[in-house]
């Protein structure tokens, strides 16, 4: 909050330097378009936050870029996550919170339908593929495949390696051989079974209960936190959360964004 300026500053640099490079190269490899889309969802993030704590819904103009890009870039885990933070910044736009509830499931179809007219639609629809070895490694694109090696190779390590794990690149190798290609576990609990073990997964699950419950304990939108936690969930199992930067980073502005105590000029009451 006493930097909002640079928030700021940062959405616009990150929406001119994607037109400039998407101008440059249309068609983007593979790797930059999945990392640009983990950057336009902290873009999104970021945008709601500002529009949230100062009471600025005009600033939520800027949510187009990023939200184009990522429709641009066919990373569906990205779509997913970047609409349930935009229904978040629609829940927000509206004071009195029933015509929220009177026009979402019409938006949700309008959305639905505009997105299976693109291409990135496609994607989901079209589940006959098998590229990646099968209808649910389609679905999955190959996360199944490589989740299976991974927790085989958990079960069949020793008594130590589940308690502790087996180090954090471990996983990289595993999923390597799985797949032929070096990628984390994209799934939090899964990575840290292998990576941490057990003793990973307790201090994983406790902070995130810790951290849950110190924003609990402020003045929060209830609505708004149960949408960022789902929204927290869906990354950290179906993309990874803690070794992804672009997510990691979105977690405080998502979390910071449902307290209620931040007057309309964008200050924090009793600071």
């Known amino acids: 909050m006493r930097h909002l300026d640079i928030v700021k500053l940062s959405v616009y640099i990150w929406e001119v330097l994607f037109l400039i490079l998407r101008f440059a190269n249309p068609s983007m490899n593979e790797e930059f378009s999945h990392r640009t889309a983990s950057s336009a969802f902290l873009i999104i993030v970021m945008v709601w936050y500002i529009a949230k704590v100062t009471n600025n819904k005009k600033i939520n103009i800027n949510l187009i870029i990023p939200l184009a890009a990522i429709f641009l870039l066919e990373v569906r885990t990205y779509l997913i996550l970047a609409l349930l933070v935009a229904n978040m910044s629609y829940y927000s736009l509206f004071r009195r919170k029933r015509y929220y509830y009177f026009t979402i499931v019409p938006m ?13 639609g496609s994607r989901f629809v079209n589940i006959t593929e098998s590229y990646y070895g099968g209808v649910l490694a389609t679905i999955t694109s190959s996360r199944s495949v490589f989740w299976e090696a991974d927790i ?105 964004g449902v307290i209620n105590n931040i007057n309309r000029k964008g200050r924090i009451e009793n600071e």
Request: some cysteine; aromatic content about 22%; proline content about 1%.
């Open 108 to 120: 949700i179809t309008l959305t639905v339908l505009f997105v299976l007219q693109t291409s990135i």
């Open 152 to 256: 085989r190779a958990f079960k069949e390590s020793n008594f130590f390696n589940k308690f502790f794990g087996q180090g954090y690149n471990y996983i990289y190798d595993i999923n390597y051989k799985a797949v032929n290609t070096h990628i984390w576990g994209h799934n939090d609990i899964i990575h840290i079974l292998v990576t941490n073990g057990f003793a990973g997964i307790y201090v994983y699950l406790y902070a995130f209960k810790t951290f849950l419950n110190s924003v609990k304990r402020k003045k929060c939108d209830m609505r708004l936190f149960y949408f960022a936690i789902v929204t927290f969930v869906f990354c950290a199992l179906l993309d990874g959360l803690y070794h992804y930067v672009c997510a990691s980073y979105a977690i405080p502005f998502l979390f910071d």
